[in-house]
């Protein structure tokens, strides 16, 4: 059962680089660290939505697992987290506009 929640968390975490890859690079310029490597984050983000509907569907499995299992009881944390990180990733590339143009208000 750990290996489905250690999947679960694998997912969310790509989750979570995928929807920070358009905002980590603004992020980054606004820090001063240039934007020569910019180039690279856009073939990411043509993946974006695929590695979260991924990350969506381990979550879900994982969580259906921990059920069928009764298992829920002793992985309702590491469950809860995952859902959370992979959630928030679907905030952030569906906010990704309103946050890059935050960040370039700052500059």
Not at 60 to 83: E, F, I, M, P, Q
């Amino acid at each position: 059962m750990r290996g489905f929640l250690g999947l679960s968390f694998a997912g969310s975490l790509s989750a979570l680089g995928v929807g920070a890859c358009c905002v980590l690079p603004m992020t980054m310029m606004l820090l001063g660290l240039g934007g020569n490597w910019l180039a690279v984050f856009g073939q990411i983000a043509a993946l974006s939505y695929y590695v979260l509907a991924a990350s969506t569907v381990l979550v879900a499995v994982a969580w259906l697992v921990a059920y069928r299992r009764n298992a829920v009881r002793h992985l309702k944390w590491g469950l809860a987290a995952s859902t959370a990180m992979t959630a928030l990733a679907w905030v952030v590339v569906f906010n990704e506009a309103r946050i890059n143009e935050f960040l370039i208000q700052q500059m």
